[in-house]
């Protein structure tokens, strides 16, 4: 059997050790570890794990997402956070004062929220959270959506990717753990940022980034 | 009596192939898959709300798998919409599926599966099968294995892999016609039919050179799911 390598491309399936541990992202039948994604691998001494190259969002207790309004009832709005389950947010738990019966004052169908995901119930469904300071409703409605696994492309070495796409386009950009990326500031600066999150879905194998996003963001600001 | 294949392959040759993926963008994975001159395209969206809720199961996943052929896939037009047929091929593509994919990572939701066949001239479930899983592997599915489908059988006395049309309406002697769907690095079989008359060691000779074709299949696959990756890299 040959030997597998760090950053190879595997299919499910694949096997990749017969005495190994198996990390995420892989299944073990006796000794032997498969791949379980279509990804790459990552080899830590013993341990292998493989990093699916596209991922469906699930939520989890205290993931930060953001949301879009989708049903607005008497006690609870009903939120989109593009997971397979349904989406509660209460009317107890947001960072105002209520009035039952008038929901839709303040926060209307298709608002977009930025709100913690608290509860998931044996069912499956969640319940999130707008309550502290630093979640709220988003008053822009530019928003992009990038796959999850392909987050840590988006945000780069300790926030390098993000902070450059800041600093270059003077807006702001929020980005759920869901995958959706909400971006505010001017017009021109908005569409350049949103060009380069699409980008970086697409290309996010390649070598430098950094680079070449630096590139794309003085092209598309040099057309607008 | 059949000696020579009517497109002169060898008995145990297949059908030039090609496949592709992320055909469809709206899609979460898509696929193509052709054989000969059978064509398959699969689209797979999800995992979502269980629609009709009564569906839901509470410990795993669920795939709806709707397979069709379009009108102009065969010599006479084909009646659009579900026949018995694409219900039964539905349900062996979904069957198949249910033991390649990991179900019970989406409890209470469902996985969407479209599959279908714009050019046929046999050996459409295999096709179908085939593409559908490239597409799940595509769309990001946790799964056991990629499932490679081909079909196998016996015409007049001679075991063949990968029957085209022609070869199925074979008079003389008749025509046996066996899918096999593989999970190769298992070495399990998810789907197995057969239409006609065997003997039980014939069949077993059948599977067996199934297998072998399957296997070149998995090649193919593997191949076209790692390359469109490092073709991204490229440019």
């Known amino acids: 059997m ?15 050790s017969e005495n190994g541990e198996g990390g995420e992202g892989t299944y073990t039948e006796g000794k032997k570890v498969f791949s379980k994604f279509l990804g790459t691998v990552q080899v830590y001494d013993n341990r292998i794990s493989v990093s699916p190259m596209t991922s469906s969002y699930i939520p989890h207790e205290g993931d930060n997402v953001i949301g879009r309004i989708i049903e607005v009832s008497t006690k609870y709005w009903g939120v989109d956070i593009d997971a397979p389950y349904y989406t509660r947010l209460d009317s107890r738990d947001v960072n105002f004062r209520t009035e039952i019966g008038e929901l839709d004052k303040y926060l209307a169908l298709g608002d977009l929220i930025y709100a913690r995901v608290f509860r998931i119930y ?3 469904s969640a319940d999130v959270s707008m309550r502290g300071s630093n979640f709220g409703k988003l008053e822009s409605n530019r928003v992009s959506k990038i796959n999850i696994s392909r987050i840590p492309r988006l945000i780069g070495k300790e926030g390098s990717m993000i902070n450059m796409i800041k600093e270059m386009t003077g807006c702001e950009v929020l980005v759920g753990q869901n995958g959706v990326v909400w971006v505010n500031g001017p017009e021109d600066g908005k569409a350049a940022a949103l060009a380069a999150v699409k980008f970086i879905d697409e290309n996010y194998m390649n070598q430098n980034m950094v680079e070449s996003v630096r590139r794309l963001l003085e092209n598309v600001r040099g057309k607008v | 009596m059949y000696e020579e294949r009517f497109d002169k392959r060898g008995f145990d040759e297949l059908r030039p192939m090609e496949a592709e993926t992320g055909i469809i963008p709206n899609a979460k994975g898509s696929a193509r898959f052709r054989i000969g001159n059978t064509e398959a395209i699969a689209a797979v969206y999800g995992p979502e709300e269980v629609k009709p809720k009564h569906f839901e199961k509470v410990d795993k996943g669920i795939i709806m798998c709707k397979y069709d052929m379009l009108p102009f896939s065969v010599p006479d037009r084909a009646k659009p919409g579900m026949d018995r047929r694409d219900m039964e091929i539905s349900d062996v593509i979904t069957n198949a599926l249910n033991r390649a994919v990991i179900l ?12 279908y066949v714009t050019q046929a001239d046999a050996g459409t479930r295999c096709a179908s099968l085939t593409a559908a899983s490239m597409a799940c592997a595509d769309a990001g599915l946790p799964m056991r294995d990629l499932v490679a489908a081909v079909a ?5 006395d001679s075991i063949c892999l990968d029957l085209t049309k022609e070869e199925e309406d074979f008079h003389e002697g008749g025509a046996t016609d066996v899918p096999i769907g593989f999970l190769p690095s298992k070495n399990e079989i998810v789907l197995l039919q057969l239409d006609g008359k065997v003997t039980k060691e014939e069949l077993s000779r059948i599977v067996e050179m199934g297998k072998l074709g399957a296997m070149k299949i998995y090649e193919l696959e593997k191949s076209v799911l790692q390359g469109r990756f490092s073709n991204e890299s490229k440019s």
């Open chain 2, 104 to 115: 019970e990572e989406f409890p209470r939701s469902m996985i969407t599966v479209r599959v």
């Open chain 1, 2 to 16: 040959t030997e597998i390598k760090n950053y190879e491309i595997v299919t499910p399936g694949t096997l990749l």
């Open chain 1, 122 to 124: 044996a069912n499956n």
């Open chain 2, 152 to 156: 196998a059988g016996k015409i007049g």
